[in-house]
């Protein structure tokens, strides 16, 4: 039985912190914001974006918020849903390794759309609220277990994102504390995402979308007076914990709600430098490096590659040829085999072309990826470590250790190079500054309106080649 109630502490503290919130922690805000645009707006235009724009259209044909890159208006709820869809739609955006989800996808998107539903929200009002979820998500996804969850099936960020949204868009709403207990039940009763989404589908590209989506719902039904689950975290029967986990017991909300406004997990979030799934990082980071010392694959004889148990449920199937974009994101196989051939796992190598290589399908070939308890050993936290057992045709071995990527900096010039990078193709020059100058530098003076606006106008496709997955 739990007897402190963590969900109303959380709920009291996101209430009364929005307007106290320290510089560095709406500065972090800024960064993941602006690092998550580019992500959205690369996914903007990919097929399976296309194909969601399409359908929510024969359901949903209402208007009064954005729809990134598109040029045109959609309904709140539907803003939530596809840009959520666009953020995660190209596995670019941020991670956090210990809370296991995408926080832009969910906390920028209802955010937004909470702002366009309200009209008059200044830039700071925005960055506050999405501070706010930037700092929630991840605390209830180390609550409950993190990737832990995973191993049994669920897509973790579809589950724990709910939370943030909610906590982003109320927060623009200007909930108080009760009302934000509300929105936080009325939105993590739709948490959902199923894993083997990852193989053969489009939807999973479109969880976190749906997850912004309960949030935004969540908040807008808690601001007439919808009263939704109260103490839904750590209810005894049908919380959240109980219900996912399987007992409440197997929570640890001490992580929820433990060092609140003065320990800052927004500052833990990662940004990623490879377009996959963040497991498959460490490996495709040593890779790398061992290729800039010389390795190639025409050396390789055979890679083992040793992951933990819940690395190797996620990418140590072996795919099948010709494959395509979002299984190979997921396939640490084929993320190690363009990492060595390519010196990069970034957006060209999940392309139809690079699907199509002979030489990548011959090198994964010689690549296995198995369980080693040994990494178990090591605990949670170390659980993206990878060890690599490299056979060289010469008759030499290698054995090296890799680096996990939480423990890689990413610093704000680097988010900023990334960004630019990813939108050069997509929108003018003239307003991807627009939108850098008015993320990163912009006050009190400026609006959440602008922002959507900058947003709303179109964007040409990311990859136009790419097959549906």
């Not at 996620?314 to 395509?324: A, F, I, L, V, Y």
């Amino acid at each position: 039985m739990v007897q402190t109630s963590p969900t109303p502490e959380l709920a009291r503290f996101v209430a009364s912190t929005a307007d106290d919130l320290p510089e560095h922690v709406i500065q972090r805000a800024r960064v993941l914001l602006l690092d998550g645009i580019a992500c959205g707006l690369v996914g903007a235009k990919l097929p399976w974006a296309r194909r969601a724009v399409e359908g929510i259209g024969l359901v949903d044909n209402g208007s009064g918020a954005t729809l990134w890159g598109w040029g045109r208006s959609v309904s709140p709820a539907a803003a939530a849903l596809l840009n959520g869809t666009f953020v995660q739609g190209f596995e670019l955006d941020d991670f956090h390794a210990h809370g296991a989800l995408h926080s832009s996808s969910v906390v920028v998107t209802a955010g937004l759309a909470a702002a366009e539903v309200r009209g008059d929200v200044s830039l700071t009002q925005l960055l506050r609220a999405l501070a706010l979820g930037y700092e929630v998500g991840p605390r209830v996804g180390m609550a409950m277990g993190g990737g832990r969850l995973s191993t049994i099936g669920w897509h973790t960020g579809a589950v724990f994102g709910t939370v943030a949204a909610a906590v982003s868009a109320g927060t623009v709403f200007g909930l108080d504390a009760a009302q934000m207990e509300s929105a936080i039940g009325n939105a993590a009763t739709r948490a959902s995402g199923l894993m083997a989404a990852q193989y053969k589908s489009m939807v999973k590209r479109m969880h976190h979308g749906m997850a912004a989506q309960s949030g935004l719902y969540g908040a807008a039904l808690a601001s007439a007076g919808f009263v939704g689950t109260e103490r839904v975290l750590e209810h005894e029967y049908g919380g959240l914990a109980a219900t996912i986990l399987g007992e409440v017991e197997s929570a640890d909300f001490d992580k929820l709600t433990s060092g609140l406004g003065s320990e800052w997990v927004i500052e833990t979030i990662g940004i990623k430098r490879h377009a996959c799934l963040i497991m498959l990082h460490s490996t495709i980071d040593a890779l790398i490096e061992l290729r800039a010392e010389g390795l190639t694959a025409d050396n390789i004889d055979h890679i083992t590659i040793h992951v933990s148990e819940s690395v190797a449920r996620r990418t140590s199937w072996k795919m099948e040829h010709p494959g395509k974009s979002l299984s190979a994101q997921m396939n640490l196989r084929f993320g190690a085999a363009v990492a060595l051939i390519d010196g990069s796992a970034y957006v060209d190598q999940f392309s139809a072309s690079s699907l199509a290589r002979s030489e990548v399908w011959d090198l994964m070939d010689r690549i296995d990826v198995v369980h080693d308890e040994a990494i178990d050993s090591l605990g949670r936290d170390r659980r993206f470590v990878t060890r690599l057992d490299i056979s060289l045709r010469s008759g030499k071995t290698m054995q090296v250790e890799s680096i996990p990527p939480q423990d890689r900096e990413f610093s704000t010039d680097e988010v900023i190079t990334k960004y630019r990078g990813l939108v050069a193709h997509l929108i003018p020059e003239k307003r991807s500054r627009a939108i850098e100058d008015l993320v990163l530098y912009g006050g009190g003076d400026r609006t959440a309106a602008e922002l959507a606006d900058l947003l709303r106008q179109e964007a040409a496709p990311a990859l136009p080649d790419l097959d549906e997955d």
